[in-house]
């Protein structure tokens, strides 16, 4: 079985990294990253990829802190704190990553 709160940790490396391609890697080719039960925000693998790569150009010191993270079956849910840059008030988010196998096929965000 998958180990699934350390691929979404892993993501969250990636995404820190601003290493695109790395992220987009652990997930499925139809993957999203939505608003909780709402609008998709980034559409499968490349529009995932193409999204965070124009955040990363904009926001160069974005970064994610993971404050607690669980795991649920196909499920993991992670507590994290954002920050655009050094200037910017940083953020709350949870994240609710839905696994197939050990892809992640949907990221979805509340804010």
């Known amino acids: 079985m998958a180990d699934r ?3 979404a940790e892993e993501m969250i490396a990636r995404y820190n990294a601003q290493d695109a391609d790395g992220y987009v890697a652990l997930m499925t080719d139809d993957a999203c990253e939505a608003s909780y039960r ?3 925000l980034r559409d499968g693998r ?3 990829r193409s999204g965070l790569a124009a955040m990363f150009e904009q926001f160069p010191q ?3 802190d993971i404050v607690k993270g669980y795991e649920l079956g196909e ?3 992670l507590h ?4 655009r840059s050094a200037d910017a008030e940083p953020f709350e988010v949870m994240s609710i990553y839905s696994f197939e196998g050990d892809k992640c096929s949907r990221v979805e965000f509340v804010r």
């Open 46 to 48: 490349e529009g995932v």
């Open 38 to 40: 709402g609008a998709v």
């Open 62 to 64: 974005n970064r994610a």
């Open 5 to 7: 709160l350390a691929i």
């Open 80 to 83: 994290e704190t954002v920050s």
């Open 75 to 77: 499920y993991v849910v």
